[in-house]
């Protein structure tokens, strides 16, 4: 009895520490679902606190990756509504490590923010790519809610891109498609409908249909204000638009107090983009007014949030241009990596081929190279080949050596290349001088000057065409082996031999060997 008493008070126990855990799971799981609601409420009136919030659900160390990617993604619309362009992109483009825990719908909406804070930073050509980029990524998507989601996205860029280039009428047939942007779709998406309805009024405005621009600016405007947590951003676009019509319209105490509105809604964002688009409008509506001491007063703070405006736009323009360069370099090599399988397969079903090639190649390489050792050797037997060693008209002489010295040399020279001497291992400058009874100043300016080339090259070319000789009129010479014709003419080993024949004959001695027994062969057949 006191043994199942015991197990009993066990098992309650263990029961009871499971559900306690699971409570306190739950409990960790409401807070963080609380918290990231106080985000998306807080960012486009408090920035600041959301932001607050938001780091510290970041620091937590059992926070997911994919709370992470959600978090991530409402900080970069917090820095966005702070005009933290550079912060905004850095948080925007980090989303690329949690990819694989975003939604097809999430994925989009990155995107579509990283071209729309490009496009604000003029960095037109780069917002391009990355829109024809997201195209191309979900071109394959069958899902047909997220496709008729991510056309009308990108058909809205699109009209952007439009408007900024003039083409007002191209932009609005895009607007008009109904395939895409039918009633039923924008009821079901809230947020792309606000900012639909804030480019279609912008659109006839730029068309000068100044009634339909009013009436769809307006629209928009109640949708913010009626609608919890919606784009601050989109509110002030409203509220500019409208003000920009009555300007148009001549209603200029209306324009004030639509930018007044403006002003209130953006205090305490410390958004100088905001404020500077407000303030533009603003210095041209108290000139309008004849309004001279506001105009001053709004001119000289419009100019002193300019320069601080160019800082923070250079700063993000730095950070976009640095991360859209990481961003194609990554892809690039992802690209890179994709490809390798391909490449294999391709390298795989040619090599065969490229082999057969290669040796085909190599087939056609030896018997031109056999082609030209024929040439060359038809050159050397049919030509004097001694006769390559020949005079040269003296040049100016650096040394002055008197001429009856330099004619006695010559004359020696000669009667040393019809000797065999210079088969001699012995042989020298030095000796020969000696032999010559001058000096080797006076020996080596002779044949530089009339053999052009030093004396080394001299002796060297003497021997070769003994040799040549020999083994053309001496049919003993043929069945000596290349070490004892390399001695025979004066060379210490076979190899240098090797080397200074084909240098001066433009083929190896073997090879030369070969082709004079193929000759010798054929003049006996013949």
Known sequence: MEYIYKTYKYFLFIMFFVLFSSAIHSQSLLNKQYLSNDIEQLLNSKPDQALKIAQHLLSKTNISNNEKAKINFLISKTYKVKGDYSSALNFLYEEKNYESYLSQEEKINIEIEKIKLLRELSLDKQAKKTLQELEENFSSNTNEQIVLFLKASITLEKVQFLLKEDKVEEGLNLLQNQEIFSKEFLTTNQDLNLYYTIVLAETYLEKKDFAKSQFLYSEALSITNTKKNTPIDAKIDALLGLANLNFLKQKHNEVSLLLNEAIKNSQGLNNVFFQEKIVQQQIVNYLALNDTSNYKLTNAAFIQNQLKSEIIEQEAINT??????????????????????????????????????????????????????????IEITTSNFTAQIVDKKPEPKKNIILKETEELILSKLKRFENSK?????????????????????????????????????????????????????????????????????????????????????????????ELLNSENENKLVS
């Open 320 to 377: 976009a241009y640095n991360l859209v360069s990481d961003g194609y370099n990554d892809s690039f090599i992802e690209q890179k990596e994709s490809n390798f399988t391909v490449l294999y397969i391709v390298l795989g079903l040619f090599l065969v081929m490229i082999l057969g090639c290669l040796f085909y190649w190599w087939k056609v390489f030896q018997n031109k190279v056999h082609l030209r050792e024929i040439i060359k050797y």
């Open 421 to 513: 001497r210079f088969n001699n291992k012995d042989i020298s400058l030095s000796v020969l001088a000696g032999q010559f009874d001058t000096n080797t100043k006076y020996l080596s300016e002779v044949i530089n000057s009339h053999y052009n080339m030093n004396f080394n090259s001299y002796i060297n070319r003497l021997r070769i065409n003994y040799i040549v000789e020999k083994l053309k009129t001496d049919p003993n010479f043929m069945n000596y082996k290349i070490s004892y014709l390399a001695e025979n003419c004066g060379f210490s080993s076979h190899s240098s031999f090797a080397t200074v024949f084909k240098s001066i004959t433009g083929i190896s001695p073997v090879t030369f060997i």
